[in-house]
């Protein structure tokens, strides 16, 4: 197929996002990008009986958020153009496409979660506001929503910024959920009745430790996911005498996150080994153990189905995100049920995308990364137009062996991607994970990625003055950051997609529910370390830019707000330095809409190439 072709398949090759199985195990719902303009939400038999259900269809971004509790429902959330201030609506199954609202159109709140107690008529979530005086505030506090009278009833009330989703038990008494109010570092776990008469912590690791907590299917019991200096474990509370017993304990076991479905005794747990997803089966009660034999790329256990089977999130660089129905013990593909029916939606095949190679080097200080290297397709005779490196968000993240769009589209254009998982990068241990904070952003993760450029040039895969970088959030202040510090030799051009400029501006603009995750990182707030949010702000090093810079922003972005591109654009100017901007109006946080990629991606292609050109 021709380029343009190829694009075009990319543009409507499905993704899926957060997938659930309703609690009756008869249905499973999810997000589902590029299928229209917008994201939107869909639900299938988890017997494979029927195709998806398409449950929204609207001008703005959807997501699936919660089912029901007596499964006849979903709750699904919007925003305006990505602002993020999203409104509550539920679909029922048997009337798909029509959206009931829950919550007021954009709020002047962030609304976290939401779900639907069992009488039907209250609504629970976390908002930073005060319903008593109708203003924004800064902390979280979970509501009870009487969506029969409207009234908003503040059952938990945390002293300090922070982003707790409540979850409500199966039985409808209590919610869990978690504080920051000791650490910007760590979170406790705490537990309200649904009058919000007794509210009070159940567990506490220390003040920077962070711990959770997931109901059972019981209702009666907590599953506590706790970090320790070295490892995750896992215990059981018993909300009945206040109980604590510890069920895995391992620091062999790079525990990710866990899933606790409300129709089993089983609970999902993921590990992830050098960046590669490993999920089980384990019931820790009984502390018996399932797990599935290895398949090729990953597959992720989602919730169990009516009649036996579990539903499974099967992906890799060649596979597209696929529901399946699997027997636990019994994981061959060639036996697994699609429900998704990924391949009925895409022209493209397995051929048609490049494998992700395990790429790892040293660092400057001996520590090992590992990345992901996609080689070039289409170069005049194997030679690659040059070398882009795509580097994740987060940085409290990690890049899978999966389908990224973007990055297809680089290799196919004749570029080759390196995709690091570089210090501060979740997937291999909670030491790899928190090392960034010893630097701060800015810090030797950055390093990391300018030694991953290094080992390609050395093993002959890149060219010096053919390299570029680009990536979205964190990526995008990486981007910010090598093209203000990197030498023009190792990198030539950079694209930072929704990235920090001035880490000040930044903390001063954002979410506040987001602004104890910069302190955390940074070791404290710009007014305690001043001196680290300056050195660490790219905007404040833009006369050393050798390299071309392209700057792209979504405008409604209240994460990494446009004021950090109005700040450096401004500094850019005074220090004479040429940039081009590209703006999108209907974007937030990432530019996720098919429209605005396939505007955005030749673009990007295009200008890498002018920039390797002009080095010669």
């Not at 790429?359 to 996609?374: N, P, S, T, V």
Request: overall charge negative.
């Amino acid at each position: 197929m021709t380029p343009e072709q190829y694009l075009d398949a990319l543009m409507t090759l499905p993704a899926i996002y957060g997938p659930k199985v309703s609690p009756d195990g008869r249905y499973v719902a999810w997000t589902w990008i590029r299928t229209a303009p917008t994201t939107e939400v869909y639900a299938a038999p988890t017997d494979g009986s029927a195709a998806p259900i398409r449950l929204t269809d609207t001008p703005e971004n959807t997501f699936f958020v919660s089912w029901t509790p007596d499964s006849r429902a979903v709750l699904v959330e919007q925003d305006k153009n990505g602002n993020e201030r999203a409104q509550l609506f539920r679909v029922d199954l048997d009337a798909p496409l029509t959206l009931k609202p829950l919550t007021e159109e954009d709020p002047k709140f962030y609304l976290r979660g939401g779900r639907l107690h069992p009488n039907g008529k209250w609504l629970f979530y976390g908002a930073n506001f005060d319903a008593a005086t109708g203003q924004e505030i800064e902390q979280t506090w979970v509501y009870r929503h009487d969506l029969e009278t409207g009234e908003r009833v503040a059952i938990a009330r945390p002293e300090k910024a922070g982003w707790p989703i409540p979850a409500l038990n199966s039985t409808g008494t209590h919610v869990i959920y978690s504080r920051k109010d000791l650490h910007p570092s760590g979170s406790q776990v705490w537990l309200v009745d649904v009058e919000g008469q007794s509210d009070r912590e159940i567990y506490n690791a220390g003040a920077d430790v962070k711990a959770f907590g997931s109901w059972l299917s019981d209702g009666i019991h907590v599953l506590i996911q706790a970090e320790t200096p070295t490892h995750t474990r896992l215990g059981v509370y018993d909300t009945r005498d206040g109980g604590l017993k510890w069920a895995i304990d391992d620091p062999k076991r790079n525990i990710e996150y866990v899933y606790t479905p409300e129709n089993s005794s089983w609970i999902v747990v993921v590990e992830v080994q050098a960046a590669r997803l490993i999920s089980y089966l384990f019931n820790p009660l009984s502390l018996e153990e399932q797990r599935p034999d290895p398949v090729p790329g990953n597959l992720l256990l989602v919730g169990p189905a009516a009649g036996g089977d579990w539903v499974a999130l099967h992906f890799s660089s060649a596979q597209p995100h696929d529901l399946v129905r699997v027997a636990v013990l019994d994981t061959k593909v060639e036996n697994f049920a699609s429900l998704s029916r990924v391949w009925e939606r895409t022209s493209l095949t397995a051929g048609d995308f490049t494998r992700a190679e395990d790429f790892r080097w040293k660092a400057a200080d001996d520590l090992e990364i590992q990345g992901w290297l996609y080689r070039a397709q289409g170069g005049a005779q194997g030679a690659a137009r040059g070398t882009i490196v795509y580097v994740h968000g987060g940085p409290t993240a990690h890049s899978l062996d999966a389908i990224n769009n973007q990055i297809q589209f680089f290799v196919r254009q004749g570029f080759n991607v390196l995709d690091p998982n570089y210090r501060g990068s979740t997937g291999f241990n909670l030491q790899f994970r928190d090392s960034i904070k010893e630097d701060g952003w800015g810090g030797r993760e950055q390093d990391d990625i300018r030694a991953g450029i290094e080992a390609l040039i050395e093993a002959g895969i890149a060219q010096r003055g053919k390299v570029g970088i680009t990536g979205t959030s964190y990526g995008g202040y990486s981007s910010w950051h090598a093209i203000t510090h990197f030498p023009v030799d190792v990198l030539a051009a950079s694209a930072p997609v929704c990235g920090m400029t001035d880490l000040v501006i930044d903390y001063q603009t954002t979410r506040p529910d987001l602004r104890p995750y910069s302190e955390e990182m940074m070791g404290g707030t710009p007014d305690q370390v001043p001196q680290k949010y300056h050195d660490r702000s790219p905007v404040n090093f833009v006369r050393e830019i050798k390299g071309r810079l392209l700057i792209i922003q979504g405008m409604q972005d209240p994460n990494v707000t446009p004021e950090n591109v109005n700040t450096v654009t401004q500094a850019l100017q005074e220090a004479g330095v040429e940039y081009e901007i590209v703006a999108f109006d209907d974007e937030g946080h990432g530019i996720i809409k098919p429209k605005n990629q396939r505007a955005l991606y030749p673009q990007l292609a295009q200008f890498f190439a002018t920039a390797f050109d002009s080095q010669g």
